[in-house]
Nanobody, 125 residues
């Protein structure tokens, strides 16, 4: 059974930065595409970023383009989300996800097979 564990969330002021991590166990991480999604209060789940199995193809959502960066370390079975210039509207629970297909440009939740429990990010002064 694949398990994903997010960490790094918290409270940050507008304009600040956070780096989320997602450690994966129980599967073959290096063959999976990985994604980040978020769900803000009263909002639908939103695609944030995705990276293919080799880390060569990265894709971020329009609302975070230029501010968020996704990366992965296959030796550590971990995917990261660097979030800069945070805004109050970035407040959400952030979820890590894994797609066994290994494909690129995966921006729909239905394309992912495994999910973490989520980590809260709150952007507020």
């Amino acid at each position: 059974q694949v398990q994903l564990l997010e960490s790094g969330g918290g409270l940050v002021q507008p304009g600040g930065s956070l780096k989320l991590s997602c450690a994966t166990s129980g599967g073959t991480f290096s063959t999976y595409s990985m994604g980040w999604f978020r769900q803000g209060p009263g909002k639908d789940r939103e695609f944030v970023a995705a990276i293919n199995w080799r880390g060569m193809n990265k894709y971020v959502g329009e609302s975070v383009k230029g501010r968020f960066t996704i990366s992965r370390d296959n030796a550590k079975n971990t995917v990261y989300l660097q979030m800069n210039s945070l805004k109050p509207e970035d407040t959400a629970v952030y979820y890590c996800s894994a797609a066994t297909s290994g494909g690129s440009w995966l921006d729909r939740g239905s394309q992912y097979d495994f999910w973490g429990q989520g980590t809260q990010v709150t952007v507020s002064s």
